[in-house]
C-alpha cells in the first residue's frame, strides 16, 4: 500500500492531477488514500475554477476596452 501510495503521490507532484489512489483493504492506508483522493479533487477545481474567473475577467477587459 505504501508504494502505491507514494506513487500516486509523485504524480500529483508531477502534475498529473487525475491520479488517483486506489481504494485499499487496512483501514488507516484507506483513510490515507481517501485524504489524497479528496485533496486532488478539490485542487483540480480550485484551478478550473480560478481558470473560469481569469478567462471571465479577461473577457469583461476585452468588452471595456472595446466599448471606451
Not at 507514494?6 to 483501514?27: P, Q, V, Y
Not at 480560478?50 to 478567462?55: A, G, H, L, R
Request: charged share 25%.
Amino acid at each position: 500500500p505504501v508504494v502505491h501510495i507514494l506513487s500516486t503521490l509523485k504524480m500529483l507532484e508531477n502534475g498529473k492531477l487525475d491520479a488517483r489512489c486506489e481504494s485499499l483493504e487496512i483501514s488507516e492506508f484507506h483513510d490515507i488514500a481517501s485524504s489524497i483522493n479528496s485533496m486532488a479533487h478539490q485542487l483540480q477545481e480550485k484551478i478550473k475554477n480560478s481558470t473560469y474567473v481569469k478567462t471571465v475577467e479577461e473577457k469583461i477587459n476585452e468588452d471595456m476596452s472595446s466599448t471606451y
